[in-house]
Each structure stands twice: as structure tokens, then as C-alpha cells.
């Protein structure tokens, strides 16, 4: 596609189920970042990848929150157990390799628990 | 720690005024800074990038600047228009463990009458 797409666009979900979030890169970048921007917290880095390499996981906010990368393409955003506390905007962004590339995001996705 | 702020949180202006958006950064060892905007319940929209290496960028009516060792960065919009009324985040490429991501300020919110 011609941007980074995310699926889906929102989620309500119960406190205590499982969701997962989804992220379509742009064709060719190889690198792939997650964000979240909650109320009162602004934009904050989740996770990062590159490539085939293993993940920078430094933003993860607690072991609930995993994700992984398939094919060096896709990639899935799971949060266990969902808490009130994890509702908001989770945008997914991607990039050629490098640090000096710039990053395009996607819609993001509304996540709502209950 | 890098820490971005943003200033003012939110400005109002009639239509046809020139504006400036401050943003500042704690730790110069910066990549890149770029600029998006992002309108109410939508991702975000990459206005400008400038490289660590630049001093300014334009694109139409923006041009963004960049002082690293002062820590600052401005967003100039000439001539504003309602359609300018959005969000401006400033956001700085600093690396993580592993790699690069963005650490974004709170943004400054722009209302332009008509």
C-alpha cells in the first residue's frame, strides 16, 4: 500500500482479555517502531525493529506488552490482560533502515478497556 | 534522559498571521528533528525533517530551524489559515538501547479564525 495501515482501527475491549493490534509497513522500509499516545502522556516509543534483528524492547511499559515481526514485514502489538490504564491511541510508524531516516506513521488504533 | 517541550501548549490567531511554534530538547546528541501535525482523532502527518547536520528546512509556507547545541527548534507557519488548526508535535530521533526513536514533545495546539 502507499502508507502504513493498522488494524483495527478501534478496540473495546473487557479489563483482563487479550488484544492484539496489527501494523502494516510501508513496502521496502525495514524499519519498524510502535507508539502510544495516551492522555496526559503524550507520544511515547513502545518497541523497535530492524530488520531480522532482535527487537529494542526498552519502551515496553510492563511484560504484558509484547509484539513481534514476521517475515520482516507485518508486525503484531499483543497486550495481556488488559488494564483501564492501557486505553489509548497505539500508532505504529516505519522507515528505511538507518537513524537518519524519517519515520511515516499509520492511523493508529483506539483501544478502549472497559 | 532526553526530555522535549514544547511552547506555547496551545495558541490562538485571526487567519493571515505568521506564527511561531517553539520546541526544545534536553541532550543535543540528537539524529534528526522532525515536525508533524496531527488533527483531531487522526495519526500524525510529517510536516518537515531536518538532519542533525541542517540548519533549516521549508516546504511551502513551514520552515522549520534547527540550534542543536542550543537544544531549540522552531516551527514558523507564514500567512496561517483555518486549515492550519491542528496539533504540532515536534519529535527528536535519540537512541535507545538498540537502536533509534522518537521522544515527542506534548505538542502545541493551533486555533486560526476566520
Known amino acids: 500500500g502507499a502508507g502504513v495501515s493498522q488494524s483495527p482501527s478501534n478496540k473495546v475491549t473487557e479489563k483482563g482479555k487479550d488484544v492484539e493490534l496489527r501494523c502494516d509497513p510501508i513496502s521496502g522500509h525495514t524499519a519498524l517502531y510502535w507508539y502510544r499516545q495516551s492522555l496526559g502522556q503524550g507520544l511515547e516509543f513502545l518497541i523497535y525493529?530492524?530488520?531480522?534483528?532482535?527487537?529494542?524492547k526498552s519502551g515496553l511499559p510492563s511484560d504484558r506488552f509484547s509484539a513481534e515481526r514476521t517475515g520482516g514485514s507485518v508486525s503484531t502489538l499483543t497486550i495481556q490482560r488488559t488494564q483501564q490504564e492501557d486505553s489509548a491511541v497505539y500508532l505504529c510508524a516505519s522507515s528505511f533502515s538507518g537513524e537518519y531516516n524519517e519515520q511515516f506513521f499509520g492511523p493508529g488504533t483506539r483501544l478502549t478497556v472497559l | 534522559k532526553q526530555e522535549v517541550t514544547q511552547i506555547p501548549a496551545a495558541l490562538s490567531v485571526p487567519e493571515g498571521e505568521n506564527l511561531v511554534l517553539n520546541c526544545s530538547f534536553t541532550?543535543?546528541?540528537?539524529?534528526?528533528l522532525q515536525w508533524f501535525r496531527q488533527d483531531p482523532g487522526k495519526g500524525l502527518t510529517s510536516l518537515l525533517l531536518?538532519?542533525?547536520?541542517?540548519r533549516e528546512q521549508t516546504s511551502g509556507r513551514l520552515n522549520a530551524s534547527l540550534d542543536k547545541s542550543s537544544g531549540r527548534s522552531t516551527l514558523y507557519i507564514a500567512a496561517s489559515q483555518p486549515g492550519d488548526s491542528a496539533t504540532y508535535l515536534c519529535?527528536?530521533?535519540?537512541?535507545?538501547?538498540?537502536?533509534?526513536?522518537?521522544?515527542f514533545g506534548k505538542g502545541t495546539t493551533l486555533s486560526v479564525s476566520s
Open positions: 519529535a527528536v530521533s535519540y537512541l535507545f538501547q538498540a537502536g533509534t526513536a522518537l521522544i
Open positions: 525493529f530492524q530488520g531480522n534483528s532482535a527487537p529494542d
Open positions: 531536518i538532519q542533525s547536520s541542517q
Open positions: 541532550d543535543s546528541a540528537i539524529y534528526n
